[in-house]
Antibody, heavy 119, light 108 residues
Framework: VQLLESGGDLVQPGGSLRLSCTAS????????MNWVRQSPGKGLEWVAL????????DYAASVKGRFTISRDNSKNTLYLQMNGLRAEDTAVYYC?????????????WGQGTLVTVSS | EIVMTQAPATLSVSPGERATLSCRAS??????LAWYQQKPGQAPRLLIYAVSTRATGIPARFSGSGSGTEFTLTISSLQSEDFAVYYCQQYTNWPPYTFGQGTKLDNK
């Protein structure tokens, strides 16, 4: 199993960014997938979940209405569209795979991609 | 939202000693609890799920216990590679899936 995130960058407050996570080594289209973030020197925060077929999404209150999770099962890729970025969104963003379908603790994580929101 | 509280924030222990880390949930989470280890610059690593089941490849010196709202991770005899930050996470039926703030295990 491999999860490879990309797309992190320095962006100004109010700006937008799209993160990607390319998956391999498992049947991506059968697992709900998640984004988890970690602010510098801080703990872990679950951000968003998308069902295996993309029909359902859930978000942390801190990002609801600003972030959109999506997936392309034909490309084994997970996305996170981030709009209206704030300084407090600065973090390393990880994509994470659950060990068991539908039960959301995570046995595989990507290496993370850093998003910095600053003017 | 279920709040997870870990104690202590930092635990100083010598190699070979036992370490006991605590995690408390703001409401009952049954046995829907996982523990992770994170080293600097690395992604978290799953140690334990369902309170007490070790993930693949995790040594037997790591054990978990508890139910409801009180949980414990015990490392029976600390090795040098065990010094890290440890997080608990609840995964009840519905999101958000919340993490504790972490316990840093320091070499005394």
């Amino acid at each position: 199993v491999q999860l490879l995130e990309s797309g992190g960058d320095l962006v100004q407050p109010g700006g937008s960014l799209r993160l990607s996570c390319t998956a391999s080594g498992f049947v991506f289209s059968t697992y709900g997938m998640n984004w988890v973030r970690q602010s510098p020197g801080k703990g872990l925060e679950w951000v968003a979940l998308i069902s295996y077929d993309g029909s359902n999404e859930d978000y942390a209150a801190s990002v609801k209405g600003r972030f959109t999770i999506s997936r392309d099962n034909s490309k084994n890729t997970l996305y996170l569209q981030m709009n209206g970025l704030r300084a407090e969104d600065t973090a390393v963003y990880y994509c994470a795979k659950p060990r068991v379908r539908g039960i959301y603790y995570f046995d595989y994580w990507g290496q993370g991609t850093l998003v910095t929101v600053s003017s | 939202e279920i709040v997870m509280t870990q104690a202590p924030a930092t635990l100083s222990v010598s190699p070979g000693e036992r370490a006991t880390l605590s995690c408390r949930a703001s409401q009952s989470i049954s046995t829907n609890l996982a523990w992770y280890q994170q080293k600097p610059g690395q992604a978290p690593r799953l140690l334990i799920y369902a309170v007490s089941t070790r993930a693949t490849g995790i040594p037997a010196r790591f054990s978990g216990s508890g139910s409801g709202t009180e949980f414990t991770l015990t490392i029976s005899s600390l090795q040098s590679e065990d010094f890290a930050v440890y997080y608990c996470q609840q995964y009840t039926n519905w999101p958000p899936y919340t993490f504790g703030q972490g316990t840093k295990l320091d070499n005394k």
